[in-house]
């Protein structure tokens, strides 16, 4: 392997965004990756508006091309009662993980990023910014950016510990052809009323459907018994793919998101949002921050500076997840839900669905979502008494 200027631990969103970014500047960039792409991820591979503006910055070639299926609406559900819907509003986007992250490494590989596939981080050795593969090569930079996920293996070199999953969200997830379900989806479902601080949903695909559940793991213990129970509400029956399962960091970032010159960004940060289950468009945020900051730090010739360079840009993100970690608790608790569910299966102007869909859209701020949906709900009322 060459000598490189940066690793890049990870392929996905956070790692292509940042080697992109960071070829583009002229560096010389390693992007290593334990699977062969591309490979299968876990993920309902809904995009955002967010996602949208995100890859719009960082990569050249048309959003059009990394989007499966648009939609332009959602159906809620509580269990198997229908509650509401709205159609025609502002657009939400789906994409197969499996294409998306191999569509946006390749444009980092066109852009001049080295990748490596089948190369398993065994260690990482924070004070001579080296990783050593499974194999025993040792390779050097001046720079590493961990985008290796929730169980990142250069987050655990910066800050040893037991990895602790009742932080941390599950998910239970299958992906079916279309014709398994015998109606046609063409708005996502979101399900209510199946996990405790959480949801279930169904995303449409061109050739398929994404059906998954998620949760906090603290508060689920049997989701795996959740989930088959809503497969056979769907289906009838328990389909015959296999069921996958993930650990989400929602609402559970790091604090310093590093440490001198080694940064993590995306899942192995913790940068994913509790309400919307957003991470995708802030993976591809902070990898391009992370990208950024590096660039600062070399034009300085000083290495150890990315850290704090990274953290002034890194808190865009962070105080959007602080806001969404206060936010959940007007959803997610059952009196709350109650409240909600109620208005969703009664509210005739869609009022509470169109914030949602505006969030998700990027077209509302949070502090706005939470007065509308104080408003719409109902909740203000019963906080002024």
Known sequence: MEKCDVIVVGAGPAGSSAACVLARSGLRVAVLDKASFPRTK?????LSGRAEKMYTGIFSRPWEEAVEYTSHGVCFFHKDRFLSKLDKHSPLYFTSRDFFD??????????????FQGSRVRRVDAESTSVILEGGEKLDARYIIGADGVHSVVSRALFPGKFISKKLAVANEIEVPRAKLRRD??????????????????????????VGIAGYH?????????FTQFLSLVFGHIPSEAIRAHYLPIGHYRKIPGRRNILLSGDAAGLVEPVTGEGIAFAMQSGMFAADAIIAAEKKHSPDSAIDMYRSRYQEITKIIDTANKLKY????????????????????????????????????????????????GSLRWFRR
Not at 102 to 115: E, V
């Open 330 to 377: 007007l959803i997610y608790p059952e009196f709350f839900q109650k409240i909600l569910i109620r208005k969703l299966a009664t509210s005739k102007n869609k009022s509470l669905i169109k914030n949602h869909l505006d969030l998700i859209a990027d077209t509302v701020t949070y502090p706005k979502y939470f007065l509308n949906l104080m408003k719409r709900s």
């Open 185 to 210: 989806v063409t708005l996502p479902e979101i399900y209510f009323g199946l996990v405790h601080w959480g949801y279930g949903w169904i995303f449409p695909k061109r050739d398929s459907l994404t």
């Open 42 to 46: 876990v993920c309902g591979g809904l």
């Open 102 to 115: 191999d569509f946006l490494l390749s444009q980092a590989r066109a852009a001049g990023a080295h990748f």
């Open 218 to 226: 603290q508060k689920n213990r049997n989701i795996r018994e959740n």
